[in-house]
């Protein structure tokens, strides 16, 4: 590259910095899902050379002797679910590995630079026990890197937040399952697809990480809904991917008019895929993520894309605000070997659905690091 090349380059690494550097001033900037904000990552020979097509989400994953990011014994926010170790997984390669972008390389998590940086703000992740998952995460890596700090961890619902003192940072979770609203009335339970209500509780974090999707599907006595209304209609049922896209609709209309992106940034954590049909990767006598040790190698999933990540996408497209898409759907894709399986603490039967901790929502994180603080 010459002279002109890099500091043209240099230019654009500075305005995508300046932009993404500090929660006060950040200013309004359409994040495209990796590809532009990837080039003000670019690092080194290799990357910088392919910094224009770099996407931080299309990689494979390496083994690595330095992972995992933390001790899960020595985390202590961890819930049994997630503590694979201490649920008696006898395997310990799938700590091991560590997530490799085709194009550009992906900086180390580093706790107390993002403590430092996020001083006296608020981290929120918003939606089910996915965000439960990578929420629990960010506090155990953030832990390790202060082991003597002092924190706050205060348990509800449906707001739960810990707070690593020192710093003033608070990591916190807000369940929802749909983002929209449920609410009883006398015919039932009624999902509301073109309602909010929780979203005051949600305006005042720094940080917004979004997540729905697993409970779209649920059908039966895992459905926590007797009927659907939208635009003043009501229905028994709608197709789920229809529903999941109106509802999700309604979220974006309210980040749209709702969240100031000025001084807060916004975040959807794409789909989370589940293990549970090995045909997907090509081994149809196995049951699920059942005894699974090893990632997919390369870089493609055989079944690949799910339906979900083109509502997702398209919803997202709508946006005018900046909404940065977490699109950790592929990388999560080649971890079969990443869920809790026989080993959850608190869930009978086979979990190939939520990940172990340490683990794949750790570099769910060290993407969210990268984005908010390069
Ligand atoms: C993890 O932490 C536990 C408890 O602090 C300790 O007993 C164990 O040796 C640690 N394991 C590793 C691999 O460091
Ligand atoms: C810790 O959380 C509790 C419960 O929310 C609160 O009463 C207390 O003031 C907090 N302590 C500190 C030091 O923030
Ligand atoms: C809704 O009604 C169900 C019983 O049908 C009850 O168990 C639940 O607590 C109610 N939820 C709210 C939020 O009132
Ligand atoms: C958004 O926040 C900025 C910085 O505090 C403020 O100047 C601006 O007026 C706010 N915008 C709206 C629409 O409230
Ligand atoms: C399992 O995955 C295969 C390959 O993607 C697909 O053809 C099949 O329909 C799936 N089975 C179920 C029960 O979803
Ligand atoms: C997993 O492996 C163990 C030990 O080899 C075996 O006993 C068990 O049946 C396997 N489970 C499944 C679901 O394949």
């Given at each position: 590259?010459?002279?002109?090349?890099?500091?043209?380059?240099?230019?654009?690494?500075?305005?995508?910095?300046?932009?993404?550097?500090?929660?006060?001033?950040?200013?309004?900037?359409?994040?495209?899902?990796?590809?532009?904000?990837?080039?003000?990552?670019?690092?080194?020979?290799?990357?910088?050379?392919?910094?224009?097509?770099?996407?931080?989400?299309?990689?494979?994953?390496?083994?690595?002797?330095?992972?995992?990011?933390?001790?899960?014994?020595?985390?202590?926010?961890?819930?049994?679910?997630?503590?694979?170790?201490?649920?008696?997984?006898?395997?310990?390669?799938?700590?091991?590995?560590?997530?490799?972008?085709?194009?550009?390389?992906?900086?180390?998590?580093?706790?107390?630079?993002?403590?430092?940086?996020?001083?006296?703000?608020?981290?929120?992740?918003?939606?089910?026990?996915?965000?439960?998952?990578?929420?629990?995460?960010?506090?155990?890596?953030?832990?390790?890197?202060?082991?003597?700090?002092?924190?706050?961890?205060?348990?509800?619902?449906?707001?739960?937040?810990?707070?690593?003192?020192?710093?003033?940072?608070?990591?916190?979770?807000?369940?929802?399952?749909?983002?929209?609203?449920?609410?009883?009335?006398?015919?039932?339970?009624?999902?509301?697809?073109?309602?909010?209500q929780s979203g005051?509780?949600?305006?005042?974090?720094?940080?917004?990480?979004?997540?729905?999707?697993?409970?779209?599907?649920?059908?039966?006595?895992?459905?926590?809904?007797?009927?659907?209304?939208?635009?003043?209609?009501?229905?028994?049922?709608?197709?789920?991917?229809?529903?999941?896209?109106?509802?999700?609709?309604?979220?974006?209309?309210?980040v749209d008019s709702?969240?100031?992106?000025?001084?807060?940034?916004?975040?959807?954590?794409?789909?989370?895929?589940?293990?549970?049909?090995?045909?997907?990767?090509?081994?149809?006598?196995?049951?699920?993520?059942?005894?699974?040790?090893?990632?997919?190698?390369?870089?493609?999933?055989?079944?690949?894309?799910?339906?979900?990540?083109?509502?997702?996408?398209?919803?997202?497209?709508?946006?005018?605000?900046?909404?940065?898409?977490?699109?950790?759907?592929?990388?999560?894709q080649l971890r079969?070997?990443?869920?809790?399986?026989?080993?959850?603490?608190?869930?009978?039967?086979?979990?190939?659905?939520?990940?172990?901790?340490?683990?794949?929502?750790?570099?769910?994180?060290?993407?969210?690091?990268?984005?908010?603080?390069?």
């Amino acid at each position: 590259m010459g002279n002109s090349g890099r500091s043209s380059l240099l230019l654009c690494c500075c305005s995508l910095l300046s932009l993404l550097l500090s929660a006060t001033a950040y200013r309004p900037y359409h994040w495209d899902g990796g590809h532009g904000l990837a080039a003000g990552m670019a690092r080194g020979r290799r990357a910088r050379a392919a910094a224009a097509s770099c996407n931080l989400f299309q990689g494979s994953w390496v083994y690595d002797e330095s992972y995992p990011a933390y001790n899960s014994s020595a985390c202590p926010f961890i819930d049994p679910e997630f503590d694979c170790q201490r649920y008696g997984r006898p395997d310990k390669d799938y700590l091991k590995y560590r997530w490799n972008p085709d194009s550009c390389d992906l900086p180390r998590f580093n706790g107390v630079d993002f403590l430092t940086k996020y001083k006296g703000k608020k981290i929120m992740f918003v939606g089910d026990s996915l965000s439960k998952n990578q929420w629990m995460s960010l506090a155990c890596m953030l832990h390790a890197a202060v082991p003597d700090g002092k924190t706050n961890y205060t348990k509800s619902t449906p707001l739960s937040s810990i707070t690593f003192q020192e710093y003033g940072v608070s990591v916190m979770l807000y369940h929802s399952t749909y983002l929209v609203d449920i609410v009883n009335e006398t015919i039932g339970r009624v999902l509301k697809l073109d309602s909010i209500q929780s979203g005051s509780a949600w305006i005042a974090a720094d940080v917004l990480i979004f997540n729905t999707w697993h409970w779209w599907t649920h059908i039966g006595t895992s459905q926590p809904w007797d009927y659907i209304e939208y635009g003043g209609q009501t229905y028994k049922d709608m197709d789920r991917l229809e529903a999941f896209s109106k509802g999700l609709t309604t979220w974006a209309k309210w980040v749209d008019s709702n969240v100031n992106t000025t001084t807060t940034k916004v975040f959807f954590q794409g789909i989370s895929p589940t293990h549970y049909n090995a045909t997907e990767w090509g081994e149809a006598s196995s049951k699920g993520c059942a005894n699974q040790t090893d990632p997919v190698s390369g870089s493609t999933y055989p079944a690949g894309p799910v339906p979900a990540q083109s509502v997702v996408k398209s919803v997202l497209s709508g946006v005018s605000k900046p909404v940065f898409l977490l699109d950790v759907t592929l990388l999560s894709q080649l971890r079969k070997d990443g869920h809790p399986s026989a080993y959850s603490g608190e869930h009978p039967g086979m979990d190939c659905s939520h990940w172990c901790l340490a683990g794949v929502p750790d570099t769910w994180n060290q993407l969210l690091y990268a984005a908010l603080t390069l």
